[in-house]
């Protein structure tokens, strides 16, 4: 199984082929999700700081595109299906920001 490394939290075992927001946020580590995994936000995005996560999607394309400032490894966290180990930086926190996670994206 492959191994999701968050930076500052811990690392952890993931089955092959979930959502790596799902992996994050059953491993207890506070991530936001605002969209319902559905690549209309950027809530649930992340760094990439080690290992080769699968290529986006047409989703995220047009949305990270959207976006100003973003680290070219930055990722949706809801787009990104587990097929390796990884090593991640989290960047938004529901509970830093006083708000709840989102609806918990569908497997």
């Keep these: 199984m492959p191994t999701v490394t968050v930076e500052g939290e811990k690392s952890f075992e993931v089955e092959s082929g979930?959502?790596?927001?799902?992996?994050i946020e059953d491993a207890g580590i506070d991530i936001?999700?605002?969209?319902g995994g559905n690549a209309r936000c950027t809530t649930c995005r992340v760094e990439i700081l080690g290992g080769t996560p699968d290529a986006p999607g047409p989703a995220e394309k047009v949305r990270l595109s959207k976006e100003a400032d973003l680290a070219p490894n930055t990722r949706l966290a809801c787009q990104v299906l587990v097929?390796?180990?990884?090593w991640v930086s989290v960047i938004n926190r529901a509970g830093a920001q006083g708000a709840d996670a989102g609806p918990r994206p569908r497997d």
């Excluded at 097929?83 to 990884?86: I, K």
Aim: glycine share 8%; charged share 30%; net charge positive.
């Design 83 to 86: 097929t390796g180990d990884l």
């Design 32 to 35: 936001m999700h605002k969209c």
């Design 18 to 23: 979930k959502k790596l927001v799902l992996a």
